[in-house]
């Protein structure tokens, strides 16, 4: 039973571990569909991480405080737009100058805002959002099996949690079953097919980037407001990255993407429990080779053992129709 | 005459430093199949993207149905009732058949009931047209001329009452093309207005009633089809340039320099563009290949350079085969003495943001002369440019501009005389004069002749009736993809454009 207990254990820190990831992976999802690369998922969650602490420990509401992250994770997203879809300039270059320009910005406001070394007060119960416990939960805590994933799995997380989780259906649904979800997916594909069609390009290409902030700004609120008690420098930790990998194992699939980030959060929650403990046959593996092993991994996946992995075919080249 | 359901007045368009469209006047009546015919790059896609709202005019106007109309984007012209079928697919290869129709024209926002609405509305045109395609089917996985029907079947689905078709049968089998024009000719008679753009003379007699043929920008001519001739046609075309006719001896060809057999090219989408073409060249002659643009000669150019895959045949150089492949490596050929002018000297023959001195060693810059062991000797290679700046008249004469800063005659100058100054026993020049003014395209033939009296071999590709027949020894037409003629230099401008035309080989098959 001890080991039920584990595995149980692992996978409910699998689901915390994976929800930022899949939250960015989706917003990647968005912009790269629409054919704008977006290297700077990682910028736009730090940006949204530290508005939404900082927001919601002034204003002291959690409700407050993701909004805010919302609102400054697509300004950020805009920003890539003017540079990429408005000026056709280079979407790398955009991406990375907005993952500097968050890692920098949000340290020396917060320094400037909080004193407290880059870091924002510790948020208070309220300004937080709280795992919601579903009803039961305690009371079959007990049943054997079916208890233990009620209780850990299931219930006892935070809106957040559920959110994202939700948003995989939904963007399917999106992406797949409403008009915008097809000119969305075609202007990743071929711009000038849409342009023809009578539908503008750069203003589609710009809604994409608006779902992708909003996603962001979710993702970069679950760190600081949820995973953590408050703003601390750089607290995406390269998650960023690892979500765009996670969407191009994912094939640039939302159900996919949902495995894709369950598996690299996995890696992850079984990295930190496992660490110093003895494996059976290997013996005691060095703890900074399971902090590598995510990124081992998606070195290999990207190596080519998905199978090819056709990327949305406009993704990356500005649309110019007058050379 | 009928109503004008297309007039466009004074349309203006440029690209950068290219003029594009001219000053363009056009009248379509409506209820006619209306032909637009002019080489590649005559700016016949331009006017008609102009029409469709892809591009804005810089100055012009445009009257549907006798009425001004502003027409800012495609939506516009698809209010208008005016589709289009772009020369290149304006398609979603991955999305169906289905989803591509209502892309842009979906009645609602969620699509399930925009796709039952087009399922219906496809069998209903698939029923009166004959233009039946499965509507679940993934475009990249339906061959080029189903991809077509889809175009069409989009602009219908849209309501158009007028249908521009650009260059509708460059991608079809002439089985397809019928069909097409079948097709076409049911639309007229349903009273709808067709454009149709192309370069093939023999579809605009079979089809249209009216022509219209540009050239350069402009638009030279309007005609009714049945009061016109192949010939005449032809002529407006390609138009007639005021050449200085260069002075030149007999040619005393020598050995065979290069041999081409059975050479056989298909492009990207596998359609044949060099259909077993065989010739040879000799030392001490220049052989001219003419043609309307797009009949298969930058194929066969770029193969014979070894820059691209051919399917099958054979190229000789002096005797040893070259790799045809596709991937030759280009500084063997050179070593070889294969020289090679390319067409397209802005993409494959010069680095523009280099600057006129690194140009003009580009390809050789491994020879010892430019070398001081393993770095470049400046010295060498500015005396060297500067050597060839005067030689070739290169304007301005400074080294260390920028390459992007030459005048189009100017850069054709560096890429040509680069070539000919390594002495090459082979030289392939495609449109040695293109762009270039006319006292700059004298000089231009004086030195290829002056190569020939050397003893090169050298074969010119050229969409310029004149400068073809006033350089070849022997003159090579080339008509969809394959030889359909030769003539010596004495043949008539009349002669020659009839092949180009095709017409001989199409009377020859009947
Ligand atoms: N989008 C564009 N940007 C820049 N130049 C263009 C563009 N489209 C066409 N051109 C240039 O305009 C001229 C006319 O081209 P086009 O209208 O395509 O000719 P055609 O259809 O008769 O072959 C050419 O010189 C071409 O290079
Ligand atoms: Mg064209």
Redesign the interface.
Same mark, same amino acid.
């Given at each position: 039973m001890d080991v039920f207990i584990a595995i149980v254990q692992i996978l409910d820190s699998t689901i915390r571990l994976s929800v930022p990831l899949l939250l960015a992976c989706l917003a990647g999802l968005f912009s790269e569909r629409s054919g704008i690369f977006d290297i700077g998922l990682e910028g736009k969650m730090l940006v949204g991480a530290f508005a939404g602490a900082a927001a919601a420990s002034v204003f002291h509401s959690a409700f407050i405080g993701l909004g805010m992250a919302i609102l400054i994770s697509v300004a950020f997203a805009m920003v890539h737009g003017f540079a990429s879809i408005t000026h056709r300039g280079n979407q790398i270059v955009s991406g990375v100058a907005i993952n500097f320009i968050a890692a920098g910005s949000t340290i020396i406001l917060g320094q400037a805002w909080f004193q407290q070394g880059g870091r924002t007060p510790a948020l208070q119960p309220g300004e937080r959002f709280d795992a919601i416990v579903w009803p039961g939960a305690e009371a079959v805590r007990d049943v054997p099996i079916i208890g233990p994933i009620y209780a850990e799995l299931i219930s006892g997380h935070s809106l957040l949690v559920y959110l994202a989780f939700l948003m995989v259906p939904f963007t399917w649904w999106v992406l797949?079953?409403?008009?915008?979800?097809?000119?969305l %997916?075609?202007v990743g594909?071929?711009p000038?097919?849409?342009?023809?069609?009578?539908?503008?390009v750069a203003w589609l290409r710009y809604r994409a980037l608006i779902c992708t902030g909003i996603l962001t700004g979710v993702a970069g609120a679950y760190l600081s407001m949820v995973q953590n008690g408050g703003f601390v420098k750089d607290m995406t930790a390269g998650k960023g990255y690892i979500a765009l990998a996670a969407l191009i194992f994912a094939k640039w699939k939302p159900v996919n993407a949902m495995f894709a980030c369950l598996l690299f959060g996995f890696l992850d929650a079984a990295a930190i429990r496992l660490q110093g403990s003895p494996l059976p046959i290997i013996g005691k593996v060095p703890v900074q080779f399971m902090q590598a092993l995510p990124y081992i991994l998606t070195v290999i996946l990207l190596a080519g053992f998905i199978g090819k992995a056709i990327p949305p075919?406009a993704g990356g080249v500005p649309y110019v129709?007058? %050379? | 005459m009928a109503q004008a359901a297309i007039e466009l007045i004074g349309i203006n368009k440029s690209?950068?430093a290219v003029r594009a469209n001219r000053d363009i006047n056009l009248e379509i009546a409506r209820g006619t199949i209306h032909g637009i015919v002019g080489e590649n790059g005559a700016g016949k896609s331009t006017l008609m993207s102009i029409l469709?709202g892809?591009?804005q005019a810089d100055s012009g106007e445009i009257h549907v149905g006798g009425k001004p109309a502003s027409i800012k984007?495609?939506?516009d012209?698809?209010a208008l009732g005016i589709g289009?079928v772009?020369q290149?697919f304006?398609?979603?290869?991955?999305?169906s058949v289905l989803?591509?129709i209502?892309?842009?024209?979906?009645s609602?926002?969620?699509?399930?009931s925009?796709i039952a609405k087009a399922r219906s509305e496809l069998d209903r045109l698939e029923r009166e047209y004959g233009l039946e395609v499965d509507p679940d089917a993934i475009i990249e996985e339906l061959p080029v001329g189903l991809q077509q029907r889809v175009e069409i079947l989009?602009a219908l689905y849209r309501g158009a009452e007028i249908l521009i078709l650009d260059e509708p049968t460059g991608v079809l089998t002439p089985a397809e093309a019928d069909h097409l024009f079948r097709i076409l000719k049911q639309l007229k008679e349903q009273g709808k207005t067709v454009v149709l753009i192309t370069h093939k003379l023999r579809e605009i007699m079979a089809i249209t009633d009216n022509v219209s043929v540009m050239r350069q920008g402009t638009m030279v001519a309007t005609r009714e089809t049945s009061k016109t001739t192949v010939g005449e046609l032809a002529e407006l075309m390609v138009g007639r340039r005021v050449l200085l006719r260069v002075e030149k001896g007999e040619a005393e060809a020598g050995a065979v320099k290069l041999a081409v057999k059975n050479l056989t090219v298909k492009d990207s989408r596998g359609v044949t563009m060099v259909d077993d073409i065989s010739f040879d060249l000799r030392a001490g002659e220049i052989v001219g290949i003419a043609g309307v643009a797009g009949n298969g000669q930058s194929e066969l150019l770029e193969a014979i350079s070894g820059i691209r895959h051919a399917v099958s045949g054979s190229v000789m150089l002096d005797g040893k085969p070259i790799d045809l492949t596709g991937a030759a490596d280009p500084g063997e050929l050179r070593d070889r003495g294969l020289a090679h002018v390319p067409e397209d000297r802005h993409h494959v023959g010069l680095v523009l943001a280099f600057e006129e001195n690194e140009n003009s060693i580009l390809g050789y810059h491994d020879d010892p002369r430019y070398l001081k062991g393993p770095f470049l000797n400046v010295d060498a290679i500015m005396a060297d440019a500067k050597d060839k700046i005067e030689k070739y008249d290169i304007r301005p004469g400074n080294p260390r501009l920028k390459t992007a800063n030459f005048s189009g005659g100017n850069q054709q100058k560096i890429v040509l005389a680069r070539e000919m100054e390594q002495d090459p026993g082979v030289l392939i020049v495609g449109q040695p004069t293109r762009g270039v003014d006319v006292g700059a395209i004298e000089f231009i033939h004086k030195r290829l002749i002056a190569m020939r009296d050397q003893g090169k071999a050298v074969l010119v590709v050229s969409v310029e009736l004149d400068e073809i027949r006033s350089l070849s020894d022997r003159i090579l037409v080339m008509f969809a993809g394959r030889i359909v003629g030769e003539r010596g230099p004495e043949a008539t401008e009349g002669e020659l454009g009839l092949l180009m035309a095709g017409v001989e080989r199409q009377e020859a098959a009947l």
């Open positions: 797949f079953r409403t008009r915008f979800g097809l000119r %997916r075609a594909e071929n000038a097919a849409v342009d023809t069609a009578g539908i503008s075919r129709k007058e %050379r | 690209f950068g469709y892809f591009y984007t495609p939506n012209a698809i289009m772009h290149h304006m398609l979603v290869d991955n999305f989803e591509n209502i892309l842009g024209a979906e609602d926002a969620l699509l399930k925009s989009k």
